[in-house]
């Protein structure tokens, strides 16, 4: 029998979450910057990675670990 670790399972969900708000707070103020395009290749980058981490967190969780008999 394996046990969720939920610690990480809420870390990843809410790393996630602010990845795509710290997305779509950046694309607002995109329009405003010297350089939008370079502006937004950098935010999706760092977004994207971020996604990233937090789906490996998420399924790490879900993993869990062995529980000691």
């Given amino acids: 029998m394996r046990r969720k670790n939920l610690r990480l399972v ?3 969900i809410v790393m996630l ?17 010297n350089d939008p ?7 999706g980058t760092v977004s994207g990675v971020v996604v990233g981490l937090a789906i490996a967190m ?12």
């Avoid at 979450?17 to 910057?33: E, N, Q, T």
């Avoid at 998420?58 to 008999?69: E, F, S």
């Fill in 37 to 43: 395009v370079e502006l937004m290749r950098t935010v």
């Fill in 10 to 12: 809420t870390t990843g």
């Fill in 58 to 69: 998420i399924i790490g969780g879900q993993v869990g670990t062995k529980v000691r008999a």
């Fill in 17 to 33: 979450v602010l990845a795509i708000a710290f997305f779509f707070v950046m694309l607002s103020l995109a329009p405003k910057s």
